[in-house]
């Protein structure tokens, strides 16, 4: 069975019984053949710690949430690709390097990382290669040295991946 998701978005505490009875009916008149059901969605993201010339990569946010805000490269993984591959076309749009994954750094999932809804991240630990260059969703990208990077404020719960970052690289 082939699964198709048409995405709602709705504000926070919205009503979307309603919603979900009317498609369902119009959906199940005029296509019989397709059942219809409703679930709540989780997003599934990617980050990355890219260690570039003797520090580590952030980027300075183009876009809500935390729009201005410092973070790691990082996005949404799309259909049919990996984790992995994810992270590789992510880094590199953003930042426009080419990276070599390293490790794995953990999974974070907490419901309230990220306040557009629940999303769960898989975060690596990278090695980046080529000419840094702000791209995509980055309105600009820097180097910040290791001993310099828990003192900024960081968008989502990029301090919590960082910490663990770091606690890998010093093992």
């Known amino acids: 069975m082939d699964r198709y998701i048409l995405l709602i978005k709705a504000p926070k505490g919205y009503d979307i019984e309603p919603v979900k009875t ?14 219809v059901e ?25 876009h809500e949430p935390f ?14 690709e990996t984790v992995e591959h994810a992270a590789v076309r992510e880094a590199k749009e953003e930042t ?5 994954l390293l490790k794995l750094v953990g999974v974070y999932s ?3 990382r ?18 840094l260059k702000a791209g995509d969703d980055a309105k600009e990208v820097h180097v910040i040295p290791v001993d310099k990077i828990l003192s900024l404020p960081l968008a989502f719960d990029h301090r919590k991946i960082l910490e663990d970052a770091l ?3 010093g093992d």
């Open 114 to 131: 990220d306040p557009r809804g629940h999303t769960v991240t898989t975060a690596f630990l990278a090695e980046g290669n080529g000419e």
């Open 96 to 100: 426009g390097l080419d990276i070599k």
């Open 22 to 35: 009317e498609l369902k009916k119009f959906i199940g008149k005029k296509y019989p053949e397709l059942k």
């Open 67 to 80: 729009k201005n805000h410092w973070a790691l490269p990082g996005g949404f993984v799309e259909y049919g």
């Open 167 to 169: 606690r890998l690289l």
């Open 38 to 62: 409703a679930h709540r969605c989780i997003g599934l993201t990617v980050d990355i710690v890219i260690l570039y010339k003797g520090g580590i990569i952030l980027i300075k946010r183009k």
């Open 110 to 112: 907490d419901p309230n």
